[in-house]
């Protein structure tokens, strides 16, 4: 009778526990929507993996504000009481710097910025100046010549008529750890030398919104450490740190992947002097042994104690690109076309043009951003 007692409650309990845990799912899935843009999978796990707030920065709207129907500082309901038991937890993991500085949507504007305060250095390498960059040069690189700088490993007359910020880096047109690392060495140095409030950094096959991108950054100090982009992993990445011949440390910190853009403020640009300028950028890299973007990701977290702030707002090929919403594109800061999982992966939008004529949908969102564009067809239903 007791045993059966016993084992009715345990059942009642587990059920309990089963029904809040479905709650708390329902409920996180449903804020990680709303936060991300309608984001799924590999994203919505860093998301749970990492949120934080910003600190040392003027504050965005306290968060429970931001969350429709969460007053602040009041526990409603069981999921309330959850979400704030994880949050609690997020900020414990946020103590420990395992996760990255999340900011969702532009924050007011801060500082009164132009186009013009910002470095925009696309890194490619010569076999993609036809295949990939004549599709920028007529895109969003058209609107915003003076604050890109293309950065190659090829020198190319065609391209230079075409546009004037054309930086042959010399570097190997590899592939490589080393050659990425050589292009992304003179990007910094090139970036420092420009006197710009801020740099930024995209791949070949990332469409920019100057717009947003201009918006975003004016809701940051310049001049205080600022480092924003997304990252393509849920977990901050392990690496081992080469001290000397024989002398190890590891050592583990979050990275906003190149693939997607991202961003660093002057006055951050600057601390990172001592690792990253002149020659300095390829011995730091060397010393992780990982890629380019990693290498900024070690230089910022691990030795400058600098925290990522994460934007959703960036966007690389490895993450599923018709998960932006058709509504939201406009709001994006970069966006991009690839493979994803072996399978082609773009933006999804019906758009000015076909995608058998426009498969990377970058001419398609242009005239979407920009419809006065001359070879943009007039009245588009999108
Ligand atoms: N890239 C390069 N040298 C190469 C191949 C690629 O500089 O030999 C550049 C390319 O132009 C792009 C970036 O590296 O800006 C990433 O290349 P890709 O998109 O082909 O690869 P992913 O890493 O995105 O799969
Ligand atoms: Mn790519």
Redesign the pocket.
Known sequence: MLKSCGRKLLLFLVGCMFTCLLVLMADQQKRQVEELGGEGGRRALQSLASPGEPEGLPRQPQRQEDEPGLAPREVKSFTDYFSKLSRGRREAQDAGSLAPRREGTPRPALEDITAQDVFIAV???KK?HKA?LELLLDTWISRNRDLTFIFT?GEDEELKKRTANVINTNCS???SRQ??SC?MAVEYDKFIESGRKWFCHV???NYVNVRTLVKLLSGYPHTQDIYIGKPSLDRPIQATERISENKMHPVHFWFAT??AGFCISRGLALKMSPWASGGHFMSTAEKIRLPDDCTIGYIIESVLGVKLIRSNLFH??LENLHQVPKTEIHKQVTLSY?MFENKRNSIHMKGAFSTDEDPSRFRSIHCLLYPDTPWCPLNVVY
């Open positions: 890194k490619t390498t993609f990939r490993d047109a590899a592939h050659a990425l292009k791949d070949d096959d190149g693939g690389s090929h690839g």
